[in-house]
């Protein structure tokens, strides 16, 4: 990926809606996030270009002028185009009503796509909660009201969108998912997954390969170590219960599995993942300063 702008932050104070992070992001050809499960709510909005965008139930295809959410805890995966990749900006918020607001603006958990005519506005609302990297009381205020205008703006016309890609398949490999995120943390193998969802292991190998682009040992993997990278980051859990939490038997298998994927050991990646956003928060002026200038 290239051109990317991050603010990590947390205003957790606002217990209704708040939000948790955002940036803009232009991405290079078949740049991918996941297969990942994600703690927050996310909001992408796609400014220029195509891609698409996976969810355990549908896949979809994606344009400039429309976009997706994501849910907490639920597995997804996207691309950008090989030919024409996207640049899209995202806000990732949450708090105790959120799903009332995702409702005001036509969204939930069976509506996940929207298209927008106002891509300059959010844009230009996302570069604002960019511009505010203090995190003073009357920055949270303000970056609090910001959120407040992103749902605004999407509220004006946030048209309903969707071009969902489906066929019978698609039970095997929502089931398929549905049994590892229940499952992760025990020592679960590909044929327990394939004896869950009542087909062979070969066959479940070919729907993986086909509708998410990987293997069910690479889907177990990817989910087991998203959500290691989650605890690393959130809690002060030592590696032996991560590792025990995740589905790994102990801390040397998990750290070796973590490394290889990430090609940082756990803990490094913990010290790093903390010191980035300290640093975020505290040093985040000159790029502040370019997308001011780009506006």
């Known amino acids: ?35 990942a499960v ?14 698409r965008y996976h969810t355990e139930e549908a896949q979809y295809s994606l344009e400039a002028g429309q976009g997706f959410l994501i849910e907490p805890n639920v597995l997804t995966f996207y691309q950008a185009d090989k030919e024409e990749p996207w640049e899209y900006l995202w806000v990732g918020f949450n708090g105790s009503n959120v799903k009332e607001y995702l409702r005001d ?25 960019l511009r505010d990297t203090t ?17 605004a703006v999407l509220s004006k016309n946030s048209h309903i969108s969707v071009r969902r890609e489906e066929n019978g398949e698609n039970i095997h490999i929502r089931r398929a998912a549905e049994f590892v995120r229940n499952n992760y943390f025990n020592s679960i193998r590909i044929t327990d997954i394939a004896k869950y969802v009542c087909v062979d292991r070969t066959y479940l190998y070919e729907l993986f390969r086909r509708h998410l682009q990987v293997s069910p ?28 939490s995740c589905g790994y038997q102990n801390a040397y298998s998990f750290g070796k599995a973590f490394k290889a994927k990430r090609g940082i050991t756990p803990a490094k990646y913990r010290e790093k993942n903390r010191s980035e956003k300290r640093e975020h928060l505290e040093g985040h002026k000159d790029i502040i300063e370019k997308l001011w200038r780009v506006r």
């Open 105 to 129: 603006i036509g969204l939930n958990s069976g509506q996940l796509i929207f298209r927008s005519s106002y891509g300059a506005r959010l844009k230009s609302v996302v570069l604002d909660m």
């Open 135 to 151: 995190s003073s009381i009357t920055n949270q205020y303000e970056r609090q009201s910001l959120l407040y205008s992103f749902f």
């Open 38 to 51: 994600r703690p927050d709510y996310i909001i992408h909005y796609i400014l220029k270009g195509k891609g």
């Open 1 to 35: 990926m290239e051109d990317a702008y991050v603010l990590q932050l947390s205003n957790r104070k606002f217990s209704e809606l708040y939000l948790c992070f955002c940036g803009l992001s232009k991405c290079e050809p078949l740049h991918s996030f996941g297969p």
């Open 217 to 244: 040992k690479e889907y177990l993997t990817n989910y087991r170590l998203t959500r290691a990278a989650e605890l690393l980051t959130l809690t002060e859990l030592n590696l032996a219960e991560i590792a025990l």
